[in-house]
């Protein structure tokens, strides 16, 4: 079973950037559809989608963060990186990796234990 740690969250200020990393470990993740989603202070317990990308490097963003931001995965070092750009109040919120097979929702798949965002503006 694959764990997950992410790191990179942090204060910045609107417009500003940041690169989020999820660390992998106990699998390789070349088999996984890599994702991170968000929760923020308006979605309560809901868990957004902000990117995710498959095992042949296909990626698929949400509608909220569309351009702004790339995710990309590293197999060699079993890393998955989220550069975040442009970043509004509005991206405020906990950052999850998750790990998930293709057939499988993202709620079935592995989760990291989050990493803060906060934009200030």
């Known amino acids: 079973q694959v764990q997950l740690v992410e790191s990179g969250g942090g204060l910045v200020q609107a417009g500003g950037s940041l690169r989020l990393s999820c660390a992998a470990s106990?699998?390789?993740?070349?088999?996984?559809?890599m994702g991170w989603y968000r929760q923020t202070p308006g979605s309560g317990s809901q868990r957004e989608l902000v990117?995710?990308?498959?095992?042949?490097?296909?990626?698929n963003y949400g509608d909220s963060v569309k351009g702004r931001h790339t995710i990309s995965r590293d197999n060699a070092n079993n890393t998955v990186l989220l550069q975040l750009n442009s970043l509004t109040p509005e991206d405020t919120g906990v950052y999850y990796c998750?790990?998930?097979?293709?057939?499988?929702?993202?709620?079935?798949?592995?989760w990291g234990q989050g990493t803060q965002i906060t934009v200030s503006s």
């Open positions: 990117a995710e990308i498959t095992p042949s490097g296909t990626s």
């Open positions: 106990g699998s390789i993740i070349t088999p996984y559809t």
């Open positions: 998750n790990a998930r097979f293709a057939l499988f929702a993202a709620k079935f798949g592995n």
